[in-house]
C-alpha cells in the first residue's frame, strides 16, 4: 500500500518498539534532573520571532539560516522554537519568576525545529532535554549543570564520552578578544565565505563556529579567548575547574569551543562521543549571564545545557547499551464466544482497575485467532472464558512461557492474578511465595 503523503524531510515517526526505549531514557533524564533540584516548564512550540532574533542572536547561523519563520492568519511573524532556553527566560521574566528563590531551576523536553541539512544526527526537527538555573553568578552552578549531565551518561554506562570545556569571557574580554580576531580574519577576507564575511563586523567570533571548511580551517590557527580573559572570567573558569575536580569529573580544556548561540559567557562546554558520526557533540551549554538582559529583564546571572535527544539514543546504540524492553501484556482474556465478550471485558476492566495490563478480543475474533493473537503480542498469561467458566465461576490461566495451568475463582480473580505475577510463573513457584498461594488450585507443576 502506497502512503499518498510522507513525513517531510529532515523529520522522524517514533514506533513502537523504539519509542519504549525513548519513553525509558526521559524517564530517566527526568529522574536526574529532579535528583539536582530541577523542575519542569513547559512553554510554547512557536513564539514571537523577535524573541530568537534577541535571544539566540541575530548573527548565528540558527537565525541566519535555520529558522522555521512563518506569518500567521493575523499577519504576526513567529518561529517554531529552535532551541529551549529563549522561551524558557521569556516565561521567566513574563511570570515574574525572579520573585521566587534563587537560583530557580529549571528542565524541559522540548521538540526544536531549524532546517538544516538532514542526516545521521542532525534532523529539522529534534528533541532536546534541557535544563536552566537562573540567578546565580556562582561557578558552583556551572558544575553543578555539568554534573548533571555527567550523571546522565553515568547512569546508563556510557563511557566513550568525553567533557570539553572552555570560557569564552565576559563581554569586557570579549571585546578584545572580538577585535584580535577581526585583524586576524581580515586577512583572509578573500577565502571566508560569505556569511562570515558579513559576521566580520558585527561578531567575529561567529566565524569560528562555522562549518563551513574553508573557514574553519582558517579559524584554527586564530586567537584563543583564554589569552583575553579578564581577572574576573579567568577566577571563574579556575572554580569551575576546581568544583569539577573534587566531584571526580574528568574533562579537557578545549579553547576552540565558543558554542552556536551568541547569548552565552564564561563557560561553555560540550560532550562529545567520536562514536556516532559527525554529529558528535550529544549536549552543550554555558553561562549566558547576558541573555535576560537581553529580553528586557534586570541582569541576571544563568546557564544552562541542551542535550539532544536523539543523539543520545544513537550514542546507547552504538554502545550496544540494551534498555528494558516494552512492557507485555500480562494477560490476555478470551471470551470463547462473542456471547461472553461483555464479561470478558468487565473482568479486564477489573484487572485494569488494580494496574495490570490486560488485553481482551475487541475484534470479533474466533477463539483460535484470539488465542494466535495472544501469542504475538507475548502476553504472558491468558485465561479462556466458555460456558463451564461462566457457570462455575472458575477459569483456568495458562502460562504462555511453559504452558503451566492454574484454576482460579473468578470472584476473586484480582487477588488470584496477583499472586500468579507474584509467583511469576505457573508450575515453578519459587519457595518464599509458594505460602501466599494457598487459594489457588495448582492443576499442574504445583499439584503433588
Ligand atoms: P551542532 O554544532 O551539532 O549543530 P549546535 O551547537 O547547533 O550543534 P545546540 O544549539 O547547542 O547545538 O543544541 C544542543 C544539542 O541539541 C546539541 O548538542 C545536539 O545534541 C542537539 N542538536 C542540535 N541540533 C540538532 C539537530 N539538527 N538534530 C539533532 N540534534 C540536534
Ligand atoms: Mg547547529
Known amino acids: 500500500m502506497a502512503v499518498l503523503i510522507t513525513k517531510p524531510k529532515g ?14 531514557i526521559e524517564n530517566c533524564l527526568l529522574e536526574e534532573a529532579k535528583i539536582f533540584g530541577f523542575r519542569e516548564i513547559r512553554t510554547p512550540v512557536f513564539e514571537h520571532t523577535e524573541l530568537f532574533q534577541r535571544g539566540v542572536g541575530e548573527t548565528t547561523d540558527v537565525v541566519q539560516k535555520e529558522m522555521y519563520t512563518f506569518e500567521d492568519n493575523g499577519h504576526r511573524s513567529v518561529t517554531l522554537r529552535p532551541e529551549g532556553t529563549a522561551g524558557v527566560v521569556r516565561a521567566f521574566l513574563e511570570h515574574g519568576l525572579f520573585n521566587e528563590p534563587l537560583p530557580q531551576k529549571y528542565f524541559y523536553f522540548t521538540s526544536c525545529y531549524r532546517y538544516e541539512k538532514p542526516q545521521a544526527g542532525r534532523l529539522r526537527e529534534f528533541h532536546q532535554f534541557g535544563v536552566e538555573a537562573l540567578g546565580t553568578a556562582e561557578p558552583a552552578e556551572d558544575a553543578e549543570i555539568i554534573a548533571l549531565a555527567r550523571h546522565v551518561f553515568d547512569r546508563f554506562g556510557i563511557e566513550n ?38 559576521r566580520l563586523e558585527r561578531n567575529p567570533m561567529r566565524i569560528l563556529d562555522c562549518k563551513s571548511p574553508v ?18 572570567c579567568e577566577t571563574h573558569f579556575e572554580k569551575v575547574q576546581k568544583y569539577l575536580d573534587v566531584m571526580g569529573i574528568e574533562y579537557k580544556v578545549n579553547p576552540t569551543i565558543v558554542r552556536g548561540l551568541d547569548y552565552y559567557t564564561k563557560t561553555v562546554f560540550e560532550f562529545v562521543s567520536d562514536n556516532i558520526g559527525a554529529q558528535g557533540t550529544v549536549c552543550g551549554g554555558g553561562r549566558y549571564d547576558g541573555l535576560v538582559k537581553e529580553l528586557g529583564g534586570n541582569p541576571l546571572p544563568a546557564c544552562g545545557f541542551g542535550m539532544g535527544i536523539e543523539r543520545l539514543k544513537l550514542l546507547l546504540d552504538a554502545a550496544q547499551i540494551e534498555l528494558p524492553a516494552e512492557a507485555t501484556p500480562d494477560l490476555y482474556i478470551a471470551p470463547a464466544n462473542p456471547a461472553f465478550s461483555p464479561e470478558a471485558m468487565r473482568l479486564t476492566d477489573l484487572l485494569r482497575n488494580a494496574g495490570n495490563i490486560v488485553l481482551t478480543d475487541v475484534s470479533a475474533r474466533s ?58 510463573t505457573i508450575g515453578a513457584v519459587p519457595d518464599d511465595v509458594k505460602p501466599g498461594l494457598e487459594t489457588l488450585v495448582l492443576l499442574n507443576g504445583g499439584k503433588e
Open 11 to 24: 523529520t522522524a515517526d517514533t514506533l513502537p518498539p523504539e519509542s519504549a526505549s525513548v519513553r525509558f
Open 367 to 424: 477463539l483460535k485467532a484470539q488465542m494466535k493473537f495472544a501469542n504475538k503480542i507475548k502476553a504472558k498469561y491468558t485465561m479462556v472464558l466458555g460456558e463451564d467458566e461462566i457457570n462455575t465461576h472458575k477459569a483456568v490461566v495458562k502460562d504462555m512461557q511453559n504452558g503451566g495451568t492454574a484454576e482460579v475463582d473468578l470472584d476473586k480473580l484480582e487477588d488470584a492474578f496477583r499472586r500468579i505475577l507474584l509467583a511469576d
Open 215 to 232: 573557514c574553519s580551517e582558517i579559524a584554527k590557527n586564530a586567537p584563543r579567548v583564554l589569552d583575553f580573559l579578564c581577572e574576573e
Open 161 to 198: 564520552i568525553r567533557l570539553e570545556i572552555n570560557s569564552i569571557g565576559c563581554p569586557a574580554c570579549r571585546k578584545n578578544f572580538q577585535k584580535a580576531l577581526r585583524e586576524y580574519f581580515e586577512g583572509y577576507k578573500d577565502q571566508l565565505c560569505e556569511t562570515c564575511l558579513s
